[in-house]
């Protein structure tokens, strides 16, 4: 990340590029950071997941609802990273589209996992709980990340900044 902002203020300075060439930077520099989070809380989660017990209460009980979120979080990243190296806003558009479904699922999830937190007072049971609420919340988050990539690559296709607009 360090290394390509360098280059790329040094393109900003060297070369006097053009409002394309500089949507492109833009845009660039954009996915950079959010691949980056996105790498940052692929890794969270993993650390996170390998100390939950398959066995475990709640897991078990929440285990598909959670594997179908980390599937439509990593198909939003797959698609996303597809629009930009495309420059496909078309696709880019159905990314952001496809959150609202990711979002949904999350808070189905955490109000499972809220209302679980009565059932039992272990420390190891609020453990888990809340284990897995980092988890969700962090998956999450990488949808988030998507949708922000997609929103560079309309930003460079289209010359239109739609962030926080929907």
């Known amino acids: 990340e360090i290394t390509l902002r360098s280059e790329i203020i040094n393109s900003l300075v060297l070369q006097a590029p053009r409002a ?3 949507r492109r930077i833009i845009s660039y520099m954009d996915m950079i950071t959010d691949l980056e989070r996105i790498g940052d809380l692929l890794y969270s989660v993993s650390k996170k997941i390998s100390k939950i017990n398959s066995k475990e209460r709640v897991y078990s009980h929440l285990r598909s609802d959670i594997v179908k979120l980390y599937v439509l979080a990593t198909s939003m990243v797959k698609n996303a990273i597809a ?4 420059e496909n806003s078309e696709m880019a558009r159905k990314v952001i589209d496809s959150d609202d479904e990711v979002d949904n699922l999350n808070w189905a999830i955490q109000r499972e996992l809220f209302s679980l937190h009565n059932c039992e007072k272990s420390t190891a049971f609020i453990e888990e709980i809340l284990s897995l609420g980092r988890i969700i ?3 999450e988050r990488i949808g988030d990340s998507s949708t922000n990539i997609c929103e560079a690559v309309i930003f460079l296709t289209e010359g239109i900044d739609i962030r926080h607009t929907h």
């Open 137 to 139: 919340y962090n998956i």
């Open 83 to 86: 629009s930009f190296i495309y």
């Open 20 to 22: 394309t060439d500089l």
